[in-house]
């Protein structure tokens, strides 16, 4: 009995040495990129990692599965909206999510509206603003100008806007069949915000998560 205990102890202890070495496995090779394996970033103050699902069978779940939707309103966009508005990808994304935070002049945010925000969570370091808070025909002039003020760090002077302490803005929504962030971006472009000083993530929640990184619960 003894010799049998023993044998079934070893073999209980490779079982959770190969486990545990399995799990470290697929952690480590479920990377960013080569060396990258996660990044820190701040949200609502606090610091979240950002890092790819380390499950190599994880898949996307079904919201986003789907291929085909209605156009319009639900039609491909561009990869350019506008000239000097750049498209960005995940780790350009990631770029500016680790300056939140610490970098006053930069904002990311989550153009999305209804429950997305609630049923898929949101990236790390964004904010969400839907799109209609920035639109006039949903959105009164005052409450539009004092986005514009008050958050953006836009001036209004002489009836004009002026935009030399303006923050670097950061659009993202649901995927590259989502009109909501580029609704929006094309919005500022028509009140003189400079383009180069606004970004728009394209692959949006969609690609995102398509790649496994990390998101975090949205709380009105």
């Known amino acids: 009995m003894r010799k049998v ?74 990869m350019t909206l506008a000239s000097g508005v750049e498209t960005l990808g995940e780790l350009e ?12 002049s930069v904002l990311v945010i989550d153009s999305r509206d209804g429950t997305w925000p609630q049923r898929s969570g949101i990236i790390p370091g964004a904010i969400v603003l839907p799109w209609q808070k920035l639109h006039p025909e949903h959105a009164s002039a005052q409450d539009i100008a004092e986005l514009l003020q008050f958050h953006f760090g836009a001036v209004r002077q002489d009836g004009l806007w002026h935009f030399p302490s303006a923050k670097t803005l950061v659009f993202y929504c649901n995927g590259p069949w989502c009109g909501q ?24 929640i969609q690609a995102w998560k398509a790649l496994g990184l990390t998101t975090v619960p949205y709380k009105q």
Request: one cysteine or more.
């Open 5 to 78: 205990s023993r044998l079934g102890y070893a073999a209980l202890v490779l079982t959770l040495f190969a486990a545990h070495a399995w799990g470290e496995t697929a952690a480590s090779t479920v990377q960013i990129t080569p060396g990258l394996p996660s990044v820190t970033v701040l949200h609502q103050g606090k610091p979240v990692v950002i890092a790819r699902h380390p499950d190599a069978d994880n898949m996307i779940e079904p919201d986003y599965a789907l291929t085909s939707r209605p156009c319009p309103p639900f039609c491909i966009q561009p």
């Open 93 to 104: 994304l990631i770029s500016y999510l680790q300056k939140i935070g610490k970098d006053a």
């Open 181 to 204: 962030s580029p609704t929006n971006i094309k919005q500022l472009l028509t009140l003189g915000y400079p383009p180069h000083k606004l970004k728009w993530y394209r692959g949006g």
